[in-house]
């Protein structure tokens, strides 16, 4: 197996090592003392390291995929992107992630810190993690967002992250704050492939996650090579799923409201059915039918009716008609007794029916 990962590794660094030969006479420049052959090497060195999960067991990835034509065609691809923007392991700029039988090169806050340094455009650019209680607030020049003052401290270091910011300092010596909150940074990670590396390096993935954002402008803007372009923007896109797509909410919901929401409605009836236990009465007390026969009788009740005939109150009791003698008052203190009278009826009769059935 070891003769085969050898002839595997001699085969994709000389077609990689010939492909950037390639690139180069069309116009790509790779970075001053930056050794090709040499980051080729290493990274083949670190791909070998790769694990996988094979069920409940991690095994090596390369003898898991390594005869694999698509795993082959994967990593010549990620070892071009790394060349391509003159990245290497030793320096921990870059790290090999596997999905699958495919292999990814991701960058690390170092490696995306290098690449942006490489635009023609930018001077230098760095980032800060701000903790709960440090001080840190922000401004305006006018027209854009800037950071006016950022004391950290020691004691803060391991509380929560709130927050982070990206400075870019351009050639012209101009600062372009870059500043995102930390649902901000929620919302881009929940869209990653990969979760593990968030939980394990918070403070270096929330930095290189608010640099990638920061250097967005000036990598689409910048006039560098579209092959350096390219392979960034390739690159950072790879390590999300559907990246044309909206961010996802991460506000976290009350468990209640979640499931009150995400509840199919065909089994509300169903869990109401299963609270009536075997034997138990499904009658109404006499409080509780009293007050639906009131609130049946009152106008509103009424006028929300499709049929929008109404039958008189003293009809509706069986009552007589009150006629020229009796006033409006005497009327409608005869209806308020009547219909108390008849829910109180009522409401005996749904008890006695009750009581048989007990």
Known sequence: MSNELSIMQKDITDSVNLRVKQLETDGLRLPANYNASNALKTAFFAIKKVETKDGYNKVNWLEKFGQDHRAKESIANALLDMVTQGLSPAKTQVYFTPYANELKMQRSYFGTQAVVKRLTNVKDIFAEVVHQDD??????????TTVTEFEPSFENLDKPIIGAYAVVKTIDDELVFTVMTKKEIDQSWSKAKMHNVQKEFPQEMAKRTVINRAAK??????????????SINRTTADEYDNSETERKDVTPQPKAVTEIFNKPVSEAPKEANSTVKTGESIMPTAAEAAKALADDRTPDSAA?????????????????????????????????TSLADKAVAEADFFQAESAKQE
């Open 135 to 144: 001080v840190f607030k922000i401004g305006s020049d006018g027209f854009r």
């Open 304 to 336: 929300n009716n499709e049929d929008s005939t109404q039958k008189p109150v003293t009809e509706e009791l069986g009552l007589p008609s009150s006629e020229g003698a009796n006033t409006d008052v005497e009327t409608s203190s005869q209806t308020k």
């Open 217 to 230: 402008n000036f990598i689409n803007t910048s006039d560098d090579s579209d092959l350096l372009v390219d």
